[in-house]
């Protein structure tokens, strides 16, 4: 008996959306990088990208835990000097209302160019409205 490889050709994608509402973050950011990757298909195959397609709506009314939104920190450097800006999670999130579910997930995904392709394939919307009806979405249910 041979071992099943997929390739691109013979992978199946389907859409889902995701709604963030009052979801944890990090338990948010997990489920949907499981999707991102393929991990709970059985053709899944390490070396292949056969993950799904997966849109994220509602991002800015996600939550977190503790104190988090005061003590939480975004660090970013512009390679000049004196270059270095940080900012409290309460600051990205009326900023960048998306930023925070994008950072989560793309730090679960593979730093390489099939996490590249992975990353090519995560929609997030910081309201309940997205483009992608045309694609037929099914609504995944997010586990807390």
């Given at each position: 008996m041979k071992t099943y490889m997929a390739n691109n050709q013979t992978v199946q994608k389907n859409w889902y959306v995701v709604d963030a509402t009052n979801k944890t973050l990090g338990r948010l950011a997990t489920q949907v990088a499981s999707l991102l990757r393929g991990k709970g298909k059985p053709t899944y195959?390490?070396?292949?990208?056969?993950?799904?397609?997966?849109?994220?709506?509602?991002?800015?009314?996600?939550?977190?835990?503790?104190?988090?939104?005061?003590?939480?920190?975004?660090?970013?450097?512009?390679?000049?000097?004196?270059?270095?800006?940080?900012?409290?999670?309460?600051?990205?999130?009326?900023?960048?209302?998306?930023?925070?579910?994008?950072?989560?997930?793309?730090?679960?995904?593979?730093?390489?160019?099939?996490?590249?392709?992975?990353?090519?394939?995560l929609y997030v919307y910081a309201g309940a409205e997205h483009p992608h009806a045309a694609q037929k979405p099914v609504e995944y249910k997010v586990e807390d």
């Amino acid at each position: 008996m041979k071992t099943y490889m997929a390739n691109n050709q013979t992978v199946q994608k389907n859409w889902y959306v995701v709604d963030a509402t009052n979801k944890t973050l990090g338990r948010l950011a997990t489920q949907v990088a499981s999707l991102l990757r393929g991990k709970g298909k059985p053709t899944y195959t390490p070396h292949v990208n056969c993950g799904d397609n997966v849109i994220v709506i509602n991002a800015e009314k996600i939550k977190l835990t503790g104190n988090k939104w005061q003590d939480k920190l975004y660090i970013h450097h512009s390679e000049y000097n004196g270059g270095l800006t940080t900012l409290t999670a309460t600051e990205v999130m009326t900023k960048f209302p998306t930023r925070m579910v994008e950072n989560a997930i793309y730090g679960m995904l593979p730093h390489t160019k099939l996490g590249d392709q992975m990353r090519n394939q995560l929609y997030v919307y910081a309201g309940a409205e997205h483009p992608h009806a045309a694609q037929k979405p099914v609504e995944y249910k997010v586990e807390d």
